[in-house]
């Protein structure tokens, strides 16, 4: 209903599109960003910014990305150099009461992880892990219910917040976890398009989707944005259960 009243609608689109002061309006593109490698901005260049988003970093993104090359993760890589945006597929259902959505298999995914993305591998030098264990780590997802069930498990020092929350702050990853999951393929208002924009341009040097690919591809831009990312396999660990 509110989108149909034009109430996502800021007051100054209304004035540059719905007025006459607005069709004299001159409009700048700021089309140049030094927070993450281009690597990373292909996606929302391509679907936000006409292709025209480019990145004023001088560093090589194989040097700007080394310090995840080092990381226990399995970041995949492509002519040896790490690629930042990964997908890792949940099938775990969403919950189906209240309503804020939670899914308590993407929150036990993000737990697993997390230590992966700070600790290094064997033989990796001082330096490496100096530089692991300085990156910071920020979980968003759309939903106040997800995060109380985040911060239940995930350590304080690790910030959780819903991506309208997190509007103009960076992190040097972002974990994403989109909740939805069922057979119907709602994914509610995951479908505003900003709210992808303003996720994905949050991270500075990586991105990682946690989701139901079928559930996000009856979305036509959710879809095109996994297809950007990579797919990487993650096993969980096997709770054996009492007899």
């Given at each position: 209903?509110?989108?149909?009243?034009?109430?996502d609608?800021?007051l100054?689109?209304?004035?540059?599109?719905?007025?006459?002061?607005?069709?004299?309006?001159?409009?700048?593109?700021?089309?140049?960003?030094?927070?993450?490698?281009a690597?990373?901005?292909?996606f929302?260049s391509?679907e936000?910014y006409?292709?025209?988003?480019?990145?004023?970093?001088?560093?090589?993104?194989?040097?700007i990305?080394?310090a995840?090359?080092a990381?226990?993760?399995?970041w995949?890589?492509?002519?040896?150099v790490?690629?930042?945006?990964v997908?890792?597929?949940?099938s775990?259902?969403?919950?189906?009461?209240?309503?804020?959505?939670?899914?308590?298999?993407?929150?036990?995914?993000v737990?697993?992880?997390?230590?992966?993305?700070?600790?290094?591998?064997?033989n990796?030098?001082?330096?490496?892990?100096?530089?692991?264990?300085?990156?910071?780590?920020?979980v968003l997802?759309?939903?106040?219910k997800?995060?109380?069930?985040?911060?239940?498990?995930?350590?304080?020092?690790?910030?959780?917040?819903?991506?309208?929350?997190?509007?103009?702050?960076?992190?040097?990853?972002?974990?994403?976890?989109?909740?939805?999951?069922?057979?119907?393929g709602?994914?509610?208002?995951?479908?505003?398009?900003?709210?992808?924009?303003?996720?994905w341009?949050?991270?500075?040097?990586?991105?990682?989707i946690?989701g139901?690919?079928?559930?996000?591809n009856?979305?036509?831009?959710?879809?095109?944005?996994l297809e950007?990312c990579t797919?990487v396999e993650?096993?969980m660990?096997?709770?054996?259960?009492?007899?």
């Open positions: 209903m509110g989108a149909a009243l034009e109430f609608v800021s100054l689109e209304r004035l540059y599109t719905h007025t006459q002061w607005g069709a004299r309006m001159r409009k700048t593109m700021l089309d140049i960003q030094y927070r993450s490698p690597e990373l901005m292909l929302p391509k936000f006409d292709g025209k988003l480019r990145t004023g970093l001088k560093a090589t993104t194989a040097t990305l080394s995840l090359a990381a226990s993760f399995p995949p890589r492509r002519n040896g790490v690629v930042p945006t997908f890792i597929q949940c775990t259902e969403e919950d189906l009461g209240g309503m804020s959505k939670s899914n308590i298999g993407q929150v036990e995914l737990e697993h992880i997390l230590p992966m993305l700070t600790s290094a591998k064997q990796s030098g001082p330096g490496h892990v100096a530089a692991l264990a300085s990156l910071s780590i920020t997802t759309p939903y106040k997800q995060i109380q069930a985040l911060k239940h498990k995930l350590p304080a020092s690790v910030p959780c917040s819903t991506v309208d929350a997190f509007q103009g702050r960076e992190s040097d990853i972002i974990i994403f976890s989109t909740v939805r999951c069922n057979v119907e709602d994914i509610g208002f995951l479908e505003d398009a900003r709210r992808l924009n303003v996720m341009t949050r991270a500075r040097l990586a991105l990682i946690i139901d690919r079928p559930t996000m009856t979305n036509p831009l959710w879809k095109r944005a950007s797919h993650i096993n660990p096997v709770v054996a259960s009492s007899a």
